[in-house]
């Protein structure tokens, strides 16, 4: 069975590769498409985001396709950046540029407790689709440390640990991470589609 994976961005589609590696399943990322429909992602919440995409591109490609929307969400800023992560000091989206957006915002403020939440919606080739949230909770730090991951993840320190996610394997950061957590809800509510064993919803 084929899933089209909603996202053109490789980090996230070798993430979520590394989870649902399954025999009968063969992945697909937005960027194997050929003439495939831009989504612009303007929901107030990562759920509407996520559906949008999905149900956009299950339309378009006659496959099941799944999407995620997901963001850093920090207490004392009222829930800043969320959904406009990705883009949070403008566009082009950059991630160096965000990070300084959100050190600035942040200077002097003791309290740095923050989460990222992802939300995950699958959709069937007629556009019904579902969807499943994870989070993770954490601190930032006042300065960028480590090489890996992508985004905010030089800045976050997951709870339990004292590196951030940029820190960490890869595949630590895919056993705890907030699309870690989502996909295994997926999982359990949507296994036998998500395995490549059945196309019809469980």
């Excluded at 949230?133 to 601190?139: I, K, L, R």
């Excluded at 709870?159 to 996909?183: C, D, M, P, Q, Y």
Aim: hydrophobic share 45%; proline share 4%; glycine share 12%.
């Amino acid at each position: 069975m084929k899933l089209l994976i909603a996202t053109g961005n490789r980090h996230k589609l070798n993430e979520i590769g590394a989870i649902l590696s399954f025999p009968h399943l063969t992945l697909i990322g937005q960027c194997d498409l050929t003439g495939g429909p831009g989504v612009v992602e303007d929901g107030l919440t990562f759920e509407a985001n996520a559906v949008k995409k999905a149900v956009t591109l299950a339309r378009f490609s006659s496959l099941w396709t799944l999407a995620d929307d997901s963001g850093l969400e920090v207490g004392v800023l009222g829930g800043e950046p969320g959904v406009w992560s990705a883009r949070y000091a403008g566009e082009p989206t950059d991630d160096d540029a965000n990070n300084r957006k959100l050190l600035a915002k942040l200077e002097g403020v003791a309290n740095r407790r923050a989460r990222f939440r992802c939300a995950i919606a699958l959709s069937d080739p007629t556009g019904m689709a579902r969807t499943v949230t994870g989070v993770c909770e954490g601190t930032l730090l006042t300065a960028l440390r480590g090489s890996g991951g992508f985004g905010y993840d030089p800045l976050f320190v997951p709870n339990g640990f004292t590196v951030t996610f940029a820190e960490l394997s890869a595949e630590l950061k895919n056993s705890i991470s907030h699309r870690a957590r989502a996909l295994q809800a997926a999982l359990s509510a949507w296994g036998a589609v998500l395995e490549g064993e059945s196309a019809v919803w469980p």
